[in-house]
């Protein structure tokens, strides 16, 4: 079992950063993938980016790429996700999952970000 908690979303201007937390719970959290999702009002939840349980490969979305990094820190138990020049689209709800290796079983609350222009 694996509990997620998200921080680190917020209010930000057209072209800022904003770097958000994933926090897990659970003895096993090295040997899940992480992936980071979002929901805009109105649109289906949409991946994001995601990086194995090992940290040697990441995954982005097109939209993000260039933009987002994802990371993850085994020691602290977090996975991160550093957003850089945002924009009004990337407005949306953020979540965190963690994937078995068959589906992303387990998911956070979610946390807001809105990106003025």
């Known amino acids: 079992q694996v509990q997620l908690v998200e921080t680190g979303g917020g209010l930000v201007q057209a072209g800022g950063s904003l770097r958000l937390s994933c926090a897990a719970s659970g003895r096993t959290f090295s040997s899940y993938s992480m992936g980071w999702f979002r929901q805009a009002p109105g649109k289906e939840r949409e991946f994001v980016a995601a990086?194995?349980?090992?940290?040697?490969?990441?995954y982005y979305a097109d939209s993000v790429k260039g933009r987002f990094t994802i990371s993850r820190d085994i020691a602290k138990n977090t996975v991160y996700l550093q957003m850089n020049s945002l924009k009004p689209e990337d407005t949306a709800v953020y979540y965190c999952?963690?994937?078995?290796?068959?589906?992303?079983?387990?998911w956070g609350q979610g946390t807001q970000v809105t990106v003025s222009s």
């Open positions: 990086i194995t349980w090992s940290a040697d490969r990441t």
């Open positions: 999952a963690a994937s078995n290796g068959t589906q992303y079983a387990y």
